[in-house]
Protein backbone atom coordinates (compact mmCIF):
# COMPACT_ATOMS: atom_id res chain seq x y z
CA UNK A 1 0.00 0.00 0.00
CA UNK A 2 1.24 3.28 -0.69
CA UNK A 3 1.89 5.94 1.85
CA UNK A 4 -1.06 8.12 3.32
CA UNK A 5 -0.44 11.91 4.06
CA UNK A 6 -2.59 12.72 7.09
CA UNK A 7 -4.33 16.35 7.03
CA UNK A 8 -2.39 17.60 9.35
CA UNK A 9 0.81 17.42 6.72
CA UNK A 10 -1.31 17.74 3.86
CA UNK A 11 -1.95 21.53 5.62
CA UNK A 12 1.53 22.10 6.02
CA UNK A 13 2.12 21.40 2.24
CA UNK A 14 -0.21 24.03 1.75
CA UNK A 15 1.12 26.25 3.68
CA UNK A 16 4.67 26.14 2.91
CA UNK A 17 3.77 26.67 -0.91
CA UNK A 18 1.51 29.65 -0.27
CA UNK A 19 4.25 31.26 1.78
CA UNK A 20 6.75 30.68 -1.20
CA UNK A 21 8.85 28.71 1.61
CA UNK A 22 8.45 25.77 -1.14
CA UNK A 23 9.45 25.98 -4.91
CA UNK A 24 6.60 23.77 -6.64
CA UNK A 25 8.67 24.43 -9.93
CA UNK A 26 11.80 23.36 -8.44
CA UNK A 27 12.20 19.44 -7.55
CA UNK A 28 15.92 18.35 -5.73
CA UNK A 29 17.40 15.96 -7.79
CA UNK A 30 18.60 13.90 -4.39
CA UNK A 31 20.87 11.23 -5.13
CA UNK A 32 21.51 9.73 -1.50
CA UNK A 33 19.93 6.44 -1.02
CA UNK A 34 16.43 7.06 1.18
CA UNK A 35 15.51 4.77 3.91
CA UNK A 36 12.53 4.00 5.64
CA UNK A 37 12.26 4.98 9.00
CA UNK A 38 12.10 2.36 12.18
CA UNK A 39 9.57 3.33 14.42
CA UNK A 40 11.38 2.37 17.70
CA UNK A 41 8.45 2.69 20.16
CA UNK A 42 6.15 -0.09 17.96
CA UNK A 43 8.97 -2.85 16.95
CA UNK A 44 8.14 -5.02 14.28
CA UNK A 45 6.58 -8.19 15.12
CA UNK A 46 7.29 -10.66 12.06
CA UNK A 47 11.33 -11.45 11.10
CA UNK A 48 12.13 -11.18 7.79
CA UNK A 49 12.10 -14.93 7.42
CA UNK A 50 8.19 -14.70 8.27
CA UNK A 51 7.29 -12.11 5.84
CA UNK A 52 9.74 -14.32 3.37
CA UNK A 53 7.53 -17.03 4.13
CA UNK A 54 4.26 -15.16 3.54
CA UNK A 55 5.40 -13.84 0.40
CA UNK A 56 6.23 -17.77 -1.40
CA UNK A 57 2.65 -19.12 0.24
CA UNK A 58 1.08 -15.83 -1.79
CA UNK A 59 3.23 -16.61 -5.00
CA UNK A 60 1.93 -20.44 -4.95
CA UNK A 61 -1.55 -18.73 -4.54
CA UNK A 62 -0.76 -16.53 -7.45
CA UNK A 63 -0.25 -19.49 -9.51
CA UNK A 64 -3.45 -20.91 -8.69
CA UNK A 65 -5.50 -18.01 -9.29
CA UNK A 66 -3.45 -17.52 -12.49
CA UNK A 67 -5.07 -20.56 -13.72
CA UNK A 68 -8.26 -20.30 -12.04
CA UNK A 69 -9.80 -16.72 -13.42
CA UNK A 70 -8.24 -18.33 -17.23
CA UNK A 71 -10.44 -20.57 -17.33
CA UNK A 72 -13.80 -18.72 -15.68
CA UNK A 73 -12.97 -15.27 -17.03
CA UNK A 74 -11.71 -17.07 -20.88
CA UNK A 75 -8.56 -14.86 -20.95
CA UNK A 76 -4.97 -14.57 -20.00
CA UNK A 77 -3.75 -12.76 -17.54
CA UNK A 78 -0.73 -12.29 -14.96
CA UNK A 79 -0.26 -12.29 -11.60
CA UNK A 80 2.34 -11.68 -8.99
CA UNK A 81 3.33 -10.96 -5.93
CA UNK A 82 4.27 -7.23 -5.63
CA UNK A 83 4.86 -6.59 -2.08
CA UNK A 84 4.48 -8.14 1.61
CA UNK A 85 4.62 -5.11 4.10
CA UNK A 86 4.25 -4.93 7.63
CA UNK A 87 2.17 -1.92 8.70
CA UNK A 88 -0.37 -0.60 11.09
CA UNK A 89 -3.88 -0.87 10.06
CA UNK A 90 -4.58 2.59 9.95
CA UNK A 91 -2.52 2.73 7.21
CA UNK A 92 -4.21 -0.08 4.86
CA UNK A 93 -7.78 1.62 6.07
CA UNK A 94 -6.41 5.06 5.31
CA UNK A 95 -5.76 4.34 1.20
CA UNK A 96 -9.37 3.01 0.82
CA UNK A 97 -12.13 5.49 -0.69
CA UNK A 98 -15.62 5.44 -0.14
CA UNK A 99 -17.08 3.93 -2.96
CA UNK A 100 -14.36 0.89 -2.15
CA UNK A 101 -15.73 -2.81 -1.63
CA UNK A 102 -14.20 -4.83 1.26
CA UNK A 103 -14.52 -8.43 1.81
CA UNK A 104 -14.56 -9.95 5.08
CA UNK A 105 -13.38 -14.07 5.26
CA UNK A 106 -12.74 -15.73 8.33
CA UNK A 107 -9.66 -18.65 9.30
CA UNK A 108 -10.51 -21.84 10.43
CA UNK A 109 -6.96 -23.54 11.86
CA UNK A 110 -7.57 -27.24 11.17
CA UNK A 111 -10.77 -27.42 12.20
CA UNK A 112 -10.77 -25.04 15.06
CA UNK A 113 -12.62 -21.28 14.03
CA UNK A 114 -10.34 -18.19 14.88
CA UNK A 115 -11.90 -14.85 16.92
CA UNK A 116 -14.71 -14.19 14.60
CA UNK A 117 -13.59 -10.36 15.21
CA UNK A 118 -10.49 -10.43 13.47
CA UNK A 119 -11.26 -11.38 9.99
CA UNK A 120 -8.65 -11.49 6.84
CA UNK A 121 -9.79 -8.08 4.54
CA UNK A 122 -9.53 -8.86 0.50
CA UNK A 123 -9.77 -4.78 -1.42
CA UNK A 124 -10.16 -5.39 -5.48
CA UNK A 125 -9.53 -2.34 -7.36
CA UNK A 126 -12.92 -1.00 -8.61
CA UNK A 127 -11.88 -1.10 -12.30
CA UNK A 128 -10.10 -4.59 -12.45
CA UNK A 129 -13.46 -6.04 -10.62
CA UNK A 130 -15.47 -4.41 -12.76
CA UNK A 131 -13.36 -6.16 -15.82
CA UNK A 132 -13.75 -9.28 -14.64
CA UNK A 133 -17.27 -8.83 -14.51
CA UNK A 134 -18.03 -7.80 -17.92
CA UNK A 135 -15.66 -11.08 -18.67
CA UNK A 136 -18.09 -13.54 -16.72
CA UNK A 137 -20.82 -11.68 -18.79
CA UNK A 138 -19.70 -13.08 -21.80
CA UNK A 139 -18.10 -9.35 -22.92
CA UNK A 140 -14.32 -8.14 -23.48
CA UNK A 141 -13.97 -6.46 -20.59
CA UNK A 142 -14.13 -2.61 -19.86
CA UNK A 143 -11.45 -0.90 -20.14
CA UNK A 144 -10.44 0.31 -16.10
CA UNK A 145 -9.61 4.04 -17.30
CA UNK A 146 -12.69 4.77 -18.18
CA UNK A 147 -14.12 3.96 -14.42
CA UNK A 148 -15.28 7.27 -12.43
CA UNK A 149 -14.17 8.09 -9.36
CA UNK A 150 -15.69 7.20 -6.51
CA UNK A 151 -17.81 4.57 -8.67
CA UNK A 152 -20.81 2.64 -6.80
CA UNK A 153 -21.65 -1.12 -6.85
CA UNK A 154 -25.53 -1.81 -8.04
CA UNK A 155 -27.12 -4.70 -6.24
CA UNK A 156 -26.57 -7.03 -8.99
CA UNK A 157 -22.79 -5.80 -9.30
CA UNK A 158 -22.15 -6.59 -5.63
CA UNK A 159 -23.88 -9.83 -6.16
CA UNK A 160 -21.42 -10.65 -9.07
CA UNK A 161 -18.53 -9.56 -6.90
CA UNK A 162 -19.65 -11.39 -4.25
CA UNK A 163 -19.65 -14.92 -6.49
CA UNK A 164 -15.68 -13.66 -7.50
CA UNK A 165 -14.13 -13.31 -4.34
CA UNK A 166 -15.92 -16.37 -2.58
CA UNK A 167 -14.44 -18.64 -5.68
CA UNK A 168 -10.99 -16.83 -4.94
CA UNK A 169 -11.54 -17.18 -0.79
CA UNK A 170 -12.51 -21.08 -1.43
CA UNK A 171 -8.99 -21.73 -2.61
CA UNK A 172 -6.75 -19.70 -0.76
CA UNK A 173 -6.16 -22.12 2.19
CA UNK A 174 -4.73 -24.50 -0.45
CA UNK A 175 -1.36 -22.10 -0.42
CA UNK A 176 -0.68 -22.95 3.03
CA UNK A 177 -1.22 -27.03 3.10
CA UNK A 178 2.97 -27.20 2.87
CA UNK A 179 2.99 -25.86 6.63
CA UNK A 180 -0.80 -26.06 8.19
CA UNK A 181 -4.03 -26.86 7.11
CA UNK A 182 -6.00 -23.65 7.08
CA UNK A 183 -9.29 -22.96 5.65
CA UNK A 184 -10.72 -19.74 4.70
CA UNK A 185 -14.57 -19.48 4.40
CA UNK A 186 -16.27 -16.13 3.62
CA UNK A 187 -18.01 -14.15 5.89
CA UNK A 188 -19.53 -10.84 3.92
CA UNK A 189 -18.86 -8.13 1.67
CA UNK A 190 -19.15 -4.41 3.02
CA UNK A 191 -19.77 -1.67 0.38
CA UNK A 192 -18.39 0.97 3.16
CA UNK A 193 -15.00 0.08 4.71
CA UNK A 194 -15.70 3.12 7.09
CA UNK A 195 -17.89 0.54 8.84
CA UNK A 196 -15.39 -2.26 9.27
CA UNK A 197 -13.68 -1.76 12.46
CA UNK A 198 -13.10 -4.77 13.56
CA UNK A 199 -9.22 -4.40 14.13
CA UNK A 200 -7.75 -1.26 15.96
CA UNK A 201 -6.26 1.44 13.71
CA UNK A 202 -3.09 1.40 15.49
CA UNK A 203 -2.73 -2.90 15.51
CA UNK A 204 -0.56 -4.81 13.22
CA UNK A 205 -0.92 -5.48 9.96
CA UNK A 206 0.54 -7.49 7.34
CA UNK A 207 -0.65 -6.31 3.75
CA UNK A 208 -0.25 -8.52 0.88
CA UNK A 209 0.28 -5.95 -2.86
CA UNK A 210 -0.84 -8.59 -5.77
CA UNK A 211 -0.71 -7.40 -8.98
CA UNK A 212 -3.55 -8.86 -11.45
CA UNK A 213 -2.91 -7.75 -15.63
CA UNK A 214 -5.53 -8.40 -17.94
CA UNK A 215 -4.83 -7.57 -22.50
CA UNK A 216 -6.75 -4.15 -21.48
CA UNK A 217 -6.93 -3.75 -17.68
CA UNK A 218 -4.86 -4.07 -14.57
CA UNK A 219 -5.75 -3.62 -11.05
CA UNK A 220 -4.40 -4.64 -7.19
CA UNK A 221 -5.73 -7.11 -4.65
CA UNK A 222 -4.39 -6.11 -1.31
CA UNK A 223 -4.93 -8.71 1.32
CA UNK A 224 -4.62 -7.20 4.94
CA UNK A 225 -4.13 -10.39 7.41
CA UNK A 226 -4.33 -9.58 11.19
CA UNK A 227 -0.73 -9.72 12.90
CA UNK A 228 -2.78 -11.88 16.18
CA UNK A 229 -4.18 -14.19 13.52
CA UNK A 230 -0.14 -14.82 11.90
CA UNK A 231 0.94 -14.90 15.64
CA UNK A 232 -1.04 -18.11 16.39
CA UNK A 233 -0.29 -19.40 12.70
CA UNK A 234 3.48 -19.56 13.12
CA UNK A 235 2.81 -20.52 17.31
CA UNK A 236 1.06 -23.43 15.87
CA UNK A 237 3.39 -24.52 12.67
CA UNK A 238 6.22 -24.22 15.61
CA UNK A 239 4.73 -26.22 18.29
CA UNK A 240 3.93 -28.68 14.96
CA UNK A 241 7.63 -28.83 14.12
CA UNK A 242 8.65 -29.32 17.67
CA UNK A 243 6.30 -32.36 17.85
CA UNK A 244 7.75 -33.95 14.62
CA UNK A 245 11.16 -33.73 15.92
CA UNK A 246 10.19 -35.06 19.51
CA UNK A 247 8.14 -38.33 18.62
CA UNK A 248 10.81 -39.43 15.42
CA UNK A 249 11.98 -42.70 17.74
CA UNK A 250 8.62 -43.16 18.53
CA UNK A 251 7.57 -43.28 14.75
CA UNK A 252 10.33 -45.25 13.71
CA UNK A 253 9.85 -47.79 16.90
CA UNK A 254 6.29 -48.61 15.46
CA UNK A 255 7.98 -48.93 12.12
CA UNK A 256 10.13 -51.69 13.41
CA UNK A 257 7.24 -53.18 15.40
CA UNK A 258 4.91 -53.49 12.00
CA UNK A 259 8.10 -55.16 10.78
CA UNK A 260 9.10 -57.57 13.22
CA UNK A 261 5.40 -59.24 12.16
CA UNK A 262 6.10 -59.33 8.20
CA UNK A 263 6.34 -62.69 6.87
CA UNK A 264 10.04 -63.08 4.36
CA UNK A 265 11.18 -66.72 2.39
CA UNK A 266 14.03 -68.15 3.89
CA UNK A 267 15.74 -70.64 1.55
CA UNK A 268 18.19 -72.81 2.25
CA UNK A 269 20.14 -73.40 -0.78
CA UNK A 270 22.36 -77.21 -0.89
CA UNK A 271 24.07 -76.00 -4.21
CA UNK A 272 24.03 -75.15 -7.64
CA UNK A 273 24.64 -76.82 -11.01
CA UNK A 274 24.13 -76.75 -14.71
CA UNK A 275 22.89 -79.17 -17.00
CA UNK A 276 22.20 -79.55 -20.37
CA UNK A 277 18.50 -79.94 -22.29
CA UNK A 278 19.68 -82.91 -23.33
CA UNK A 279 20.69 -84.34 -19.77
CA UNK A 280 17.80 -83.22 -18.30
CA UNK A 281 15.24 -85.06 -20.64
CA UNK A 282 17.25 -88.10 -20.31
CA UNK A 283 16.58 -87.98 -16.72
CA UNK A 284 14.84 -91.15 -14.85
CA UNK A 285 13.60 -91.74 -11.28
CA UNK A 286 16.42 -93.02 -8.96
CA UNK A 287 18.93 -91.31 -10.99
CA UNK A 288 21.41 -88.67 -9.18
CA UNK A 289 22.55 -85.26 -9.72
CA UNK A 290 26.16 -83.87 -8.61
CA UNK A 291 25.42 -80.53 -6.84
CA UNK A 292 28.98 -80.26 -6.52
CA UNK A 293 28.47 -79.47 -2.51
CA UNK A 294 30.22 -81.56 0.21
CA UNK A 295 27.74 -83.19 2.43
CA UNK A 296 29.68 -81.95 5.41
CA UNK A 297 30.00 -78.07 4.33
CA UNK A 298 27.48 -75.41 5.57
CA UNK A 299 24.68 -74.39 3.15
CA UNK A 300 23.72 -70.56 2.95
CA UNK A 301 20.23 -69.41 4.34
CA UNK A 302 18.67 -66.65 1.59
CA UNK A 303 16.63 -64.34 2.89
CA UNK A 304 14.94 -61.69 0.46
CA UNK A 305 17.11 -63.20 -2.12
CA UNK A 306 20.57 -62.14 0.01
CA UNK A 307 22.74 -64.44 1.58
CA UNK A 308 22.48 -63.95 5.44
CA UNK A 309 23.02 -66.78 7.46
CA UNK A 310 25.33 -69.88 7.00
CA UNK A 311 24.27 -73.45 8.95
CA UNK A 312 24.28 -77.25 8.87
CA UNK A 313 21.51 -79.88 7.14
CA UNK A 314 19.93 -81.76 9.81
CA UNK A 315 16.47 -82.53 11.20
CA UNK A 316 13.93 -81.98 14.07
CA UNK A 317 11.09 -83.66 15.29
CA UNK A 318 11.52 -85.59 11.84
CA UNK A 319 11.82 -82.49 9.63
CA UNK A 320 14.45 -81.18 7.79
CA UNK A 321 16.44 -78.37 9.29
CA UNK A 322 19.29 -76.17 9.08
CA UNK A 323 21.32 -75.16 11.86
CA UNK A 324 22.51 -71.54 11.61
CA UNK A 325 26.37 -71.11 12.44
CA UNK A 326 27.44 -68.16 11.06
CA UNK A 327 25.94 -64.45 9.98
CA UNK A 328 27.24 -62.92 6.89
CA UNK A 329 28.34 -59.22 7.31
CA UNK A 330 27.28 -56.77 5.33
CA UNK A 331 30.14 -56.57 2.93
CA UNK A 332 29.92 -60.44 2.63
CA UNK A 333 26.65 -60.01 1.57
CA UNK A 334 27.49 -57.38 -1.19
CA UNK A 335 30.32 -59.68 -1.89
CA UNK A 336 28.02 -62.55 -2.61
Not at 116 to 133: A, F, K, R, W
Not at 209 to 226: D, E, Q, T
Request: charged share 25%; aromatic share 8%; with cysteine.
Amino acid sequence: MAEVLSQSQIDALLNAARSGEMDLNHSDQDTEKKYRKYDFYSPRKFTKDRLKMISGVFENYTRIINSRLNGLLHTTSEISVESVEEQRYYEFSNALSDGDVLTLADVDVEGVRESDETPILIHLSTGLVLNMMDRLMGGEGDDAADVPAGYSFTPLELKLYESIVRDLISILGGSWENYINLNFTFRRVESNPTLVQLIGLDETVVIIGISIKFPNASGRMNICLPGMMLTNIFTKISAMNQVGRGTGENNSQEIMDILRDSQLQVTAELGRTQLTLRDIYSLNVGDVIDLGHPTKEPVSLYIGGQPWFSGKLGTQNGSMAVKICETYHVETREEE
